[in-house]
């Protein structure tokens, strides 16, 4: 005889009962999240209603998949979950738009080989990057300034080409970088603080700075203590892997160089530049490469060369030239900087300091071919040009085309573009909500993960950096962000660069300039919503396991739909897979995605754990 209690009726009025419970815990859980907003006037209800119902409890007795499993009914003639296998270990190094074979195939003149050139669709990998057996995560921040494994990047050859310069010594099974470079074979340090008698690097005025060809950017790392933050660059060259050194020690780096495109920065970034012996052609091609400086310089900002043609009565037969030669090109130099509206501030021994007029108005020069562009931020494949970009309208010869807040109060005052209305839909009211609600968000993710914060995430990106709002929130001497801005988004990289944070364009359809393994931390929000009609989902997630270390972790924010696919993906990536609810609860439809990298190597089948 059937029980009463389990009759259809029953279960019926049962099933109601808990729909009835779950409508009316969402009613007042939204009441209550109206309530705590500021804009209902009856917390003292609401906070006692939602005390007694736990609406928390209910959700989490409900299956999240249960509610989201149509895609698996409509398709179920596929796979959960795709296995992708490691690629040959050949391929450990691998960098999709820097390969040496492919790039020979292309024109020498201007560097145009060293440029990015991606594979087309049927030449891309779908395998995992491996590491090298024996791989180990990187040292911590400080100590990783100065030591990397060897086992990470196995290249001794800068210990013997460099040898004298001090950038790299070998010590066993690690490398260990003294400070030393070309034009500073005594130490960055001692470099930085001759810069710092004439440059105000100290208190807040100078915070990004560029490297153009950087050497294992020994530059960048000291200039962190004195928190400036550089945008390293060299290509991958003969030099190998000084790029990958750079990111192994923890600091900020990118595969690039000055060729026959603009560099991958808007207008009006950096506050400092350098060139040491960097042995770009200044004065080629009616100075297009120093206007390219000039472009990415703040009116106010300084460039500082040194090595050849400075200092050329000393070592003009060392460099095997004429003196007639070297000194006609550092009369080109001046004579250039002068037209860009660059005064000369310092020249001493091997190093020369020019400053960028902090506006047009107070320039006596006039340059006769200004850039005539509508947009001097769209550069992304442009070729250069020989014309010099304009700085910002100002209404007197003394005013700083761009502001002259000093860092850290630049980090969250308004950014001049906002403030003039440069970009669209982005107000004074509107980026000040955005900064809120990425302080909650990093919260968040704090709670979620507590390693995020420390030096064990010590090189992080932002896939799509919006208004930098993400690394504002994290910003610490413990770690760095790189800022993405998707080539397809809205622009707003001037932006961040004017908040005193670095960050670079990029179409994520395409492989990024950057070395396998260089990142401890991804965030990724909205990236898949916003390429979900542009490209591969498989091939961007593949290019992420390239770009994190083991045991690296990412953080995806998206909507449930976009990130059921991407989960589905993931599963067959040798990632760990977590899906939680925003923090505003399980109605809202967009979620969190935690991944973590599983520790494998080259020649293991599964994964394994680190032998210490």
Known sequence: MKSKHNSPGNRTRSTISIFVVIALCCFFYLLGAWEKSGFGKRDSIAFPVTKQTDCSNVFTNLNFETHHNMEEIVEPSEPKAKVFKPCDVKYADYTPCQEQDRAMKFPRENMIYRERHCPPEEEKLHCLIPARKGYMTPFPWPKGRDYVHYANVPYKSLTVEKAVQNWVQFQGKVFKFPGGGTMFPQGAGAYIDELASIIPISDGSVRTALDTGCGVASWGAYLLKRNVLAMSFAPRDNHEAQVQFALER?????????????????????????????????????????????????????????????NWKTYYKTWKRSKEDVQTEQRQIEALAESLCWEKKYEKGDMAIW????????????????????????????????????????????????????????????????????????????????????????????????????????????????????????????????????????????????????????????????????YDLIHASGVFSLYKNECNLEDILLEMDRMLRPEGAVIFRDEVDVLNKVRKIVGGMRWDAKIMDHEDGPLVPEKILVVVKQYWVAGSRNSTSKDQ
């Open 250 to 310: 923890g600091v900020p780096a990118v595969i690039g160089v000055l060729g026959s495109i603009h560099l991958p920065y808007p207008s009006r970034a950096f506050d400092m530049a350098q060139c040491s012996r960097c042995l770009i052609p200044w004065t080629a091609n009616d100075g297009m490469y120093l206007k390219e400086v000039d472009r990415v310089l703040r009116p106010g900002g300084y460039w500082i060369l040194s090595g050849p043609p400075i």
């Open 355 to 518: 400053k960028k007029k902090v506006n047009t108005k107070s320039c006596k020069s006039k340059s006769v071919n200004v850039c005539q562009t509508e947009d001097a931020d769209d550069v992304w494949y442009k070729k250069m040009d020989t014309c010099v970009t304009p700085s910002p309208e100002v209404t007197n010869a003394n005013e700083v085309a761009v502001g002259a807040l000093k860092f850290p109060a630049r980090l969250y005052a308004v950014p001049p573009r906002i403030a003039n209305g440069l970009v669209d839909g982005v107000t004074t009211e509107s980026y000040q909500e955005d900064n809120k609600l990425w302080k909650k968000h990093v919260n968040t993710y704090k709670r979620i993960n507590n390693l995020i914060g420390t030096t064990r995430y010590r090189n992080v990106m932002d896939m799509n950096a919006g208004l930098g709002g993400f690394a504002a929130a994290l910003e610490s001497r413990k770690s760095w962000v790189m800022n993405v801005v998707p080539t397809i988004a809205k622009n707003t990289l001037g932006v961040i660069y004017e908040r005193g944070l670095i960050g670079i364009y990029h179409d994520w359809c395409e492989g990024f300039s950057t070395y396998p393994r260089s």
